[in-house]
């Protein structure tokens, strides 16, 4: 297995965490990672996208002009990076913040209302949680399990309090998508 994902969105939507956590579980699960995060000088509203890598054999670059799979959270993001994603590869699109369907007909894509799924469970700011729940249900590139048992790893000292509503949210994107 390798995998090359993106992870893209707006800064503040959570896509350097996805990436992240995607990243530790990995690590978790004895495969070879590579986390690169990317983002303009903007905290908050500007682009943020990550590269993860997860591999059974060695990563030999850090940089991919094709990604196999990605999770777009917002409408520039997909307008800017669907042609990027490799035939046959998988695009996950936030249907909530996107309004205009996939163009692409050589690729698997799925679209999820993931903000207003948050929005449901009380915090649009796990928005992030519910993709990657929903993403992992469909494309399972790491354990779900292990991906609930690493979040500790991410949400640290005072985060720590965010654990169960962001295993919640993983939970929900996994159960919309499976329900799909």
């Not at 579980?25 to 890598?53: H, I, Q, S």
């Not at 690493?150 to 985060?159: D, M, N, S």
């Not at 919640?168 to 998508?177: P, T």
Request: a neutral charge; one cysteine or more.
């Amino acid at each position: 297995m390798h995998e090359e994902m993106m992870i893209a969105g707006f800064g503040g939507q959570g896509v350097l965490l996805i990436g992240q956590l995607i990243a530790q579980t990995a690590l978790v699960e004895d495969k070879n990672v590579l986390w690169m995060p990317a983002y303009g000088p903007e905290t908050r509203g500007g682009f943020a996208n990550c590269t993860v890598m997860v591999s059974d054999s060695d990563i030999y670059s850090p940089v991919t002009s094709e990604p196999t799979s990605m999770i777009v959270m917002n409408l520039p993001s997909l307008n800017k990076f669907e042609r990027s994603v490799k035939e046959g590869g998988f695009l996950f699109v936030n249907k909530s913040l996107v309004n205009r369907d996939v163009f692409r007909n050589d690729i698997d894509s799925i679209c999820v209302p993931v903000t207003e799924i948050a929005r449901d469970l009380g915090n649009v700011k796990a928005a992030n949680m519910v993709a990657l729940g929903g993403f992992i249900a469909k494309k399972p590139i790491v354990e779900f399990k292990t991906l609930i048992d690493c979040l500790p790893k991410v949400f640290k000292g005072t985060k720590e309090k965010l654990i169960p509503f962001n295993k919640e949210a993983l939970l929900k994107g996994a159960e919309y998508v499976k329900g799909m």
